[in-house]
């Protein structure tokens, strides 16, 4: 009987333990994909963290952007075109405008490269359009008319370039496999608001006291890796 009872003390110490280990993996540095059975639940929700990360920085990508006035000078190859560029004439702001300036001049014309995404559609020599690009840190050299050599910045539409693509599931087990990692920030709840009761909705509306957070919350950056 004595034995029993301790092997019985043993079993529950162990199971104690590996639910604390259990518990603080959750939130650990690292989270490991690996021993995750595909059809587990928190495949998708990994997936969906990940994209959710991808997508906020697409946007952030785009708000640091420039808006430019972009004039198709040449097809260069794919979707890729010779271009001039240059800031848009804008009405100006408050300050400008009591002062009697009310039109901010376009700024001056500067050529470059522009990789459009790859399911554009063609432009013909000429076409204009009004967009945010980014410089993506390279540069393309061409001969220009006169016979001489230019070197012009390549640059994209401001958040659209392969790393603000979501990913599908597949395309996601296997860059992990590939040692990708991805760097994402859950909100822990550490206690629950006492209007909602981590609800985060009253009435169909976001909660006033915790703004729909659901209570004190901690951010926590994780690396997903396989
Ligand atoms: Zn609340």
Redesign the pocket.
Do not use: A
């Given at each position: 009987m004595i034995a029993t009872g301790n092997r019985l003390i043993v079993f529950t110490m162990v199971v104690a333990t590996l639910a604390a280990f259990t518990a603080r993996l959750a939130f650990a540095e690292d989270y490991a994909m690996s021993g995750i059975p595909l059809d587990d639940p928190r495949w998708q929700n990994t997936l969906d963290r990940v994209n959710g990360m991808i997508a906020a920085k697409a946007k952030a990508a785009e708000e640091a952007g420039e808006e430019k006035t972009v004039e198709i000078m040449q097809h260069i190859e794919g979707t890729s075109y010779l271009a001039r560029a240059r800031t848009p004439q804008r009405t100006a702001g408050s300050v400008a405008r009591a002062l009697g300036n009310p039109i901010v001049p376009p700024g001056e014309w500067e050529t470059i490269r522009i990789d459009l995404p790859e399911e554009s559609k063609p432009l013909a020599d000429g076409e204009k359009f009004l967009k945010m690009i980014e410089e993506i840190g390279k540069t393309f050299q061409y001969t220009n008319t006169l016979g001489a050599k230019a070197t012009v910045k390549v640059c994209r539409l401001a958040g659209t370039g392969d790393e603000y693509a979501p990913l599908s599931m597949e395309g996601f087990v296997s860059r992990l496999k590939a040692g990708e990692t991805w760097a994402v920030t859950v909100t822990q709840v550490t206690k629950a608001?006492n209007?909602?009761r981590g609800a985060?909705i009253v009435n169909g509306a976001t909660?006033r006291?915790?703004k729909g957070v659901?209570?004190e919350a901690i951010q926590r950056a994780i690396t997903i890796r396989w």
């Open positions: 608001c209007f909602c985060k909660c006291q915790c659901g209570g």
